[in-house]
């Protein structure tokens, strides 16, 4: 399968974003903002439906979308009173206007269903090097960060107490969460993108009781999920993304069975 040059594209694309998806994702499910990360997705269906619409890249649209959303989210503060409404209502406006563009989408129908389930069969080497800059640049934002986002997330009051920014913080892990959605949207759709960010981190953090190790095995359980899925539907002619799905469900599931 290796002889295809669309096959050699799926697979590093799918590589690059899976270990961004594992890394971000465990600290999105450490920080309880899943709820936040599930609102990008469907933020970034509506930008990059609308960005076709003008004649622009549907990639750059859900960029520019989810990175407005998720700075917003994370403008919303810490405080979970009143942070879940607030999210629901940018979701389902982003629904409604994400409603409104595909009506006159109905000229694109199969991009439209690239966006709701992935393509990486289709990854040119433009897409390519754009995600490679997305990882690059969300890992090494995420890195500068983690000391603060760690100690905001584990103890949130004695943070503040020290001076941390409780806001700033959560505003720059939600952009750099909002740039990773936005990559793993080119795989498995916006209505999956919990296979790559959610499953193998909540694996990962039943299975180690140490941070490292813990983020380690999410880009593992992420990265294998995204390349045996890539196998699977290349010798059963099955989409990629449900092979994906179903091995996210799996990992999880004997995951339950060793919980540290």
Do not use: C
């Not at 499910?29 to 599930?38: I, S, W």
């Not at 890992?139 to 920014?165: C, D, Y």
């Amino acid at each position: 399968m290796f002889e295809y040059e669309f096959m050699q594209n799926a697979f590093a694309a799918s590589g690059i974003v899976a270990v961004l998806a594992g890394v971000v994702g465990y600290f999105l499910v450490l920080r309880g903002q899943t709820f936040a990360g599930h609102a990008l997705s469907h933020v970034g269906f509506t930008g990059a439906t609308g960005a076709v619409l003008v004649g622009m890249s549907p990639l750059w649209g859900m960029i520019g979308f989810t990175l407005v959303a998720g700075i917003g989210m994370g403008a919303l503060g810490e405080k979970l009173t009143g942070r879940d409404v607030a999210i629901g209502v940018i979701l389902t406006l982003s629904l409604g206007f994400g409603l409104l563009f595909l009506h006159f989408f109905t000229a694109y129908a199969s991009q439209a269903t690239a966006l709701l389930f992935g393509n990486v069969l289709g990854v040119n080497h433009d897409t390519l090097v754009v995600l490679a800059g997305l990882a690059v640049v969300s890992l090494g934002a995420l890195a500068i960060i983690m000391r603060p986002l760690l100690f905001a997330s584990l103890q949130p009051e004695l943070a503040e107490a020290k001076g941390v920014s409780l806001r700033l913080v959560s505003i720059l892990f939600l952009a750099i969460t909002a740039l990773a959605v936005a990559a793993s949207t080119q795989i498995v759709g916006v209505l999956l993108v919990f296979a790559l960010m959610v499953g193998p981190a909540a694996a990962a953090q039943n299975v180690a009781t140490r941070l490292s190790t813990g983020v380690l095995l999410a880009a593992v359980f992420a990265l294998g999920q995204a390349w045996l899925g890539l196998t699977l539907a290349y010798y059963t002619d099955w989409p990629t993304s449900f092979w994906i799905t179903i091995l996210a469900a799996g990992v999880y599931g004997l995951s339950l069975l060793g919980r540290k």
